[in-house]
């Protein structure tokens, strides 16, 4: 299997991505529609997109842009503590929300306006159930004794497992699973699922510090960890476990929010080639025969959404990420710029 020089696989989904506003959402939504059928978007705007009023005018938008394509772009709602409800409930029965989607409060890039407490949302949480919608989790607890590395694990302990309990038959997605004790978390627990990005499969602590520094383009949220951490998501992510899918969590930012100081926004923007990056990592784990199964099956069966019909195909070939994304106004630096990879999409 390691001898593949091509791949036709079907078409993949990304189940986690950011295309922010603007000039910077007209630059990077092309390397998602590029290879992706479907994507659900972040609605972690600068003024979040709470209610069905913001959602309507945020796909209008990137409707502008991806008009004539074929993709298809699932919000989920951003939970705040004050919700309208009766506005949330008959925006998810129109399909307007795919589900919805809970940041802690300070947890991430956009998050001031999250959840302090979840009971706060079990009322949407309820709905959610109801709806047979699902809930996606930024899953990290934000507390001063909680250093970093800890805090998937405290969020999985001190809120996230008294959802599960609460509310049995809701779909949670833990997204950007980071940690072993997060796939644990997946594995152990019923409507219970993940996405995997490939930078958490590719980079630990050491990549993040470097000579008594911080890397700002290894910088992400949940930050990256252990090697034992990294080798865990693999084995999830490559043995064909269908509790895992694709979400690149590629989270661009302009290279001036990213210095190399801890005022760095967290963010890792791998659009650019993340499915190459994908393909790589199943490769070196000997599992190509997996990767459809991550990219293409398990996300839409959780979903409970139709597979794609269409394919897509890779040829073993070297070409050099190029440094930046330069476009207008915006240059962002691209996850793993100047290196080589020896996948690409034909
Ligand atoms: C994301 C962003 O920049 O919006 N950053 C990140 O490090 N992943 C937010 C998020 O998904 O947590
Ligand atoms: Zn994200």
């Known amino acids: 299997m390691k001898n593949k020089t091509f791949l036709k696989i079907i078409q993949p989904d990304d189940w986690h991505v950011h295309l922010r506003e603007g000039d910077m959402m007209k630059v990077v939504t092309k390397f998602s529609s590029r290879i992706n059928n479907r994507c659900v978007v972040m609605p972690n705007l600068e003024t979040p997109i709470t209610n069905s009023y913001l959602a309507r005018q945020y796909k209008e938008n990137l409707s502008l842009i991806t008009a004539g394509l074929n993709f298809t772009t699932l919000l989920p709602c951003y939970l705040i503590d004050s919700l309208d409800l009766n506005d949330f409930k008959l925006a998810l029965k129109k399909g307007i929300f795919v589900g919805a989607k809970l940041y802690p409060i300070n947890a991430t890039t956009n998050s001031s306006f999250g959840i302090s407490k979840i009971d706060n949302i079990f009322s949407a949480l309820e709905i959610l159930e109801e709806l047979g919608k699902p809930l996606l989790v930024h899953g990290e607890k934000v507390r001063e004794d909680i250093n970093m590395f800890d805090r998937e694990k405290y969020f999985i302990d001190e809120e996230l497992q008294i959802i599960r309990n609460r509310y049995p038959s809701l779909k949670i997605i833990l997204e950007h699973v980071s940690s072993e004790y997060g796939t644990d978390f997946v594995n152990e627990n019923k409507n219970t699922a993940g996405t995997i990005t490939p930078h958490h499969m590719m980079l630990t602590k050491k990549d993040f510090f470097y000579e008594n520094s911080i890397n700002p383009h290894h910088f992400c949220m949940p930050v990256v960890k252990e090697e034992s951490d990294l080798i865990a998501l693999r084995k999830c992510a490559c043995s064909g476990n269908k509790k895992f899918f694709l979400g690149t969590d590629s989270a661009p930012h302009h290279v001036n929010f990213k210095l190399p100081n801890m005022s760095s926004r967290a963010g890792i923007f ?11 990592i199943f490769e070196e784990e000997d599992s190509l025969d997996n990767l459809e199964s991550f990219s293409s099956y398990n996300g839409p069966i959780f979903y409970e959404l139709p597979i794609n019909t269409e394919h897509i195909a890779l040829t073993k070939e070297t070409w050099v ?10 240059k962002i630096r691209n996850f793993l710029g100047g290196k080589e990879l020896n996948w690409k999409v034909i």
Not at 321 to 330: A, M, R, S
């Open 270 to 280: 791998s659009s650019p080639c993340s499915i190459e990056l994908y393909v790589t």
């Open 321 to 330: 990420v190029p440094e930046y994304t330069i476009e207008n106004n915006v």
